[in-house]
């Protein structure tokens, strides 16, 4: 084929609606200390390895055939797993899964979200969300969070949703990349003030949350709008496994069936999740270690004079930086990736290992009070 036989330029093929923008890209570098995309530090433990290639090992003649199309297994194993963490009994009607939480979202703006349909957030909150429903054709409106504390209040909330009347509101608890876990009552206060939206909770951090933290699978038996999404990525430490799932009404999950691909999720894929969540004891040890590291995180980077975000999740939003952008690179300098969100004078870094953290503490340490916001500039 030769080049004059192209009357266009992909770009000119391209979507109008896709046209200027760039892919989602956190940094994948290889760098000794890499706290930037809330991954565990934590290998798989090696029981659990031993138990995957065992039961992968007698399924492999067997992938002539198409996988499970309702994943029926694995949704047992989530299902009692979901039991077991949180106290919620759900039948395998209301579970859903795919590749990686990313996925299922996908598949609700899919269902719900689409050209001349309207997606309501409240930012600053998980990136992927816009990007998500931007993607899909259906328009995003950006709601806010209430500016210096990073929460939103029920009736801020309220107003907001009832003011947009989207299809489909997302809410992130415990936040990303803020941290801080929601209220019921801001969950039902959207609810109300938004009568015709599916109304998605991602629990992406549910695990980690601290001690009284209610997880919104609670209230799923008195809200048929309510969507619950959790995924295998952070505190299973499997973000490699790809396997993120939701919990609704038979309902949702029954039109969710029109747009997901056939057989999305492979046989290994239901496997190796499945094997993971009999496992749960071993996957989830380290999250006490872990959520140990993150108040460290939130107590040492305040004794230096830096304003961290309380952490219902993995990483902890710190403020008080001249620049985040001049901080993210000489902490670079010094082997620490962490993720610069786009909020001014602040950065995220995921809890990792005690080393690890370690790492991260001096490194910053070592930065102030160079980096600092000046004390008179802390009030902008
Ligand atoms: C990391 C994260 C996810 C996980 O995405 P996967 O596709 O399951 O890896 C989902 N939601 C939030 C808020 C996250 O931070």
Not at 114 to 137: N, V
Not at 164 to 169: N, Y
Request: proline share 7%; net charge negative.
């Amino acid at each position: 084929m030769s080049a004059d036989l192209a009357p266009f330029a992909i770009a000119d093929l391209l979507r109008e609606d896709l046209r200027g923008r760039t892919p989602y890209g956190a940094p994948q570098l290889d760098v000794p200390v890499a706290l930037n995309t809330n991954e565990s530090s934590y290998e798989v433990p090696t029981p659990v390895v031993e138990a995957i290639v065992a039961a992968l090992g007698s399924e492999l003649a067997g992938l002539n055939r198409y996988p499970d199309r309702e994943f029926r297994a694995l949704r047992a194993a989530l299902g009692a797993y979901l039991e077991r963490q949180s106290g919620v009994r759900l039948a395998p009607e209301q579970l859903w899964a795919g590749n990686g939480s990313n996925e299922v979202l996908q598949h609700i703006v899919q269902t719900f979200g689409g050209p001349g349909r309207t997606a309501l957030g409240f930012t600053p909150a998980y990136s992927m969300h816009p990007i998500i429903t931007e993607t899909l054709g259906t328009t995003w409106m950006d709601g806010q969070r209430d500016t210096g504390t990073f929460q939103v209040s029920a009736a801020s909330a309220a107003a907001q949703a009832a003011a947009a009347d989207p299809h489909i509101v997302f809410l992130c608890s415990p936040n990303n990349p803020t941290g801080t876990a929601l209220d019921f009552e801001v969950i039902e206060a959207v609810l109300d003030a938004a009568p015709r939206a599916i109304v998605v909770v991602d629990e992406a951090y549910a695990e980690f949350a601290r001690p009284g933290t209610r997880s919104a699978l609670e209230l799923l038996d008195h809200h048929p709008r309510l969507v619950v999404t959790r995924t295998m990525s952070k505190a299973f430490a499997f973000a490699g496994g790809r396997l993120g799932y939701l919990a609704a009404t038979p309902e949702i999950i029954d039109a969710l069936r029109l747009v997901r691909l056939p057989y999305h999720l492979s046989t290994p894929t239901q496997t190796i999740a499945r094997i993971a969540l009999d496992h749960d004891a071993d996957l989830l040890a380290s999250v006490e270690a872990i959520k140990t590291q993150r108040d460290r995180i939130v107590t040492e980077v305040a004794a230096l004079g830096l304003t961290p975000v309380p952490s219902d999740a993995n990483f902890v939003l710190f403020g008080g930086l001249a620049d985040s952008a001049r901080t993210f690179a000489a902490l670079l300098e010094k082997g620490v990736l962490v993720r610069d969100v786009g909020i001014s004078h602040h950065l995220r870094v995921t809890a990792g290992t005690p080393a690890e953290t370690s790492a991260f503490l001096e490194a910053l340490a070592e930065l102030l009070p160079e980096h600092a916001l000046a004390p008179d500039d802390k009030e902008s």
